[in-house]
């Protein structure tokens, strides 16, 4: 059994924080702050993967790349982007279903594969996001600076790439109290950087055994790991930018999230942001016909397979509850 999370939507602002001992014991990578060598390895693990993907193009261009390559890459991608949107943001943020103990580790473990930080970390970032979302106190909304055409410019660099690298961090005790009184799932969190090396050789790996070639290892490395990385970091950072700035908002949210119909296969189904914001716990974010929602299909096979259960699968009362009176309005 896993409890479900805080409601921090409803939480007091009044902080408690645990004492120096108890703190140190349930101390997960990363702190309130983010020091300066942090920010380092942060600002390198941005540039370095999109560099890659930058030359990715004129790589494929003149050399071409391998099917063993492409296939790193889509494999490798999608783990990823799933354990992002199944497990660090339906399942640990939202509890949008619960999950039996081996599942769970597992979630944790496949959404630190995406580099995009600790699981505990990601999730107090979320949970603060959804209380203040496209408000002050959001940690990146792109409508941080006002709504003439320069400050959603400003904003939307902000809320894609800039807020990463504010040092002073989420709360990690308020918002993910859950999550960091469980010992394993804190033991993830605090394995970050064994998860990022594990995430970045296996395909260096793979490549280099089939082929059973430096090359093939090498350019393995360069597709399956740099290239996947920074496609997936940006596809990601633009569920924060794009979403919350255009898109049709059929349903009623109190921010301007909106659904962005050409990311939703490559966001595992998270694009259709907008019903997500209407209703957080939802475990399917594509409630219409034709909406893709890859991440929400996979809940039903854990469902199926008995590895979830208490899934919160929205019902049509739900859904109409939600929409607007004229939907399909736009950005």
């Known amino acids: 059994m896993t409890s479900s999370p805080p409601d921090v939507l409803d939480s007091p602002k009044t902080e408690t924080r645990p004492d120096s001992d108890e703190a140190a014991s349930l101390a997960t990578l990363g702190g309130d702050k983010r020091h300066s060598a942090e ?46 949107t199944i497990g660090f943001h339906r399942y640990f943020t939202h509890g949008s279903f619960k999950a039996k103990r081996p599942l769970r580790i597992a979630l944790a473990i496949l959404g630190s594969l995406a580099v995009e930080g600790p699981v505990v970390r990601w999730v107090a970032d979320h949970r603060k996001h959804h209380k203040f979302s496209d408000a002050e106190g959001d940690p990146h909304s792109p409508w941080r600076y006002g709504e003439s055409v320069p400050a959603l410019m400003k904003g939307l660099w902000w809320a894609h790439v800039g807020w990463m690298f504010d040092e002073e961090q989420t709360p990690q005790h308020k918002y993910a109290p859950d999550l960091i009184k ?20 296996l395909p260096a790996a793979i490549g280099g055994l089939v082929t059973m070639s430096w090359q093939g290892a090498l350019t393995a490395f360069f597709w399956g790991s740099l290239v996947r990385v920074a ?51 939802s475990a399917r974010h594509g409630v219409e016909r034709g909406q893709i929602d890859s991440s929400a299909r996979i809940i039903r096979w854990f469902e199926k397979l008995g590895w979830a259960y208490d899934v919160r699968w929205p019902t049509t009362s739900r859904i109409d509850s939600r929409r607007k009176e004229q939907s399909g ?3």
């Open 329 to 331: 309005q736009a950005a």
């Open 231 to 281: 496609l997936l970091h940006h596809v990601t950072w633009s569920i924060n930018s794009i979403c919350h700035a255009v898109g049709k908002r059929p349903f009623k949210s109190r921010d301007k999230s909106g659904n962005v119909w050409w990311l939703a296969i490559l966001s595992c189904g998270e694009s259709w942001h907008n019903l997500h914001h209407a209703d957080p716990t």
């Open 39 to 84: 920010q380092i390895a942060l600002l390198l693990f941005i540039v370095v993967p999109f560099l890659a993907l930058v030359a990715a193009v004129p790589l494929m261009w003149g050399w071409g790349v391998s099917w063993l390559d492409l296939g790193l890459l889509t494999a490798m991608y999608f783990i990823g982007c799933h354990g992002i």
């Open 182 to 201: 469980d010992p394993a799932i804190r033991a993830v969190s605090r394995q970050f950087v064994l998860w990022t090396t594990v995430t970045l050789l």
